[in-house]
């Protein structure tokens, strides 16, 4: 078991930058592709970006790609996603995930959630 707890959301202005973390507990966290997803009441949740276990490889959605980044720190257990330049519509639920890797976009690649983080974006 891997247990996710996200933290860092919160409501900012366009234009502004916010930092989520992800914290890890349970089995080994350096095994896992680690993604972020957003959802929206009534959408589909949407993939964000993702990390392979040792961070050399990361993925990112077109929407948020050259505004976020997505890192990681094995030592510590988390993951961060570092969003800048932030826009109305990047306002979601925030969520990350731990999978075993593969085909990364898909929700159904990952084993393993945290409750999600409010982001929201005013204009």
């Known amino acids: 078991q891997v247990q996710l707890v996200e933290s860092g959301g919160g409501l900012v202005k366009a234009g502004d930058s916010l930092r989520l973390s992800c914290a890890a507990s349970g089995r080994s966290f350096s095994n896992y592709f680690m993604g972020w997803f957003r959802q929206v009441p009534g959408a589909e949740r949407e993939f964000v970006a993702a990390?392979?276990?040792?961070?050399?490889?990361?993925y990112y959605a077109d929407s948020v790609k050259g505004r976020f980044t997505i890192s990681r720190d094995n030592a510590k257990n988390t993951v961060y996603l570092q969003m800048n330049s932030l826009k109305p519509e990047d306002t979601a639920v925030y969520s990350c995930?731990?999978?075993?890797?593969?085909?990364?976009?898909?929700?159904?690649?990952?084993?393993?959630w945290g409750q999600g983080t409010q982001v929201t974006v005013s204009s």
């Open positions: 990390i392979s276990w040792n961070g050399i490889s990361t």
């Open positions: 995930a731990a999978g075993p890797g593969g085909i990364v976009s898909p929700p159904l690649s990952y084993s393993y």
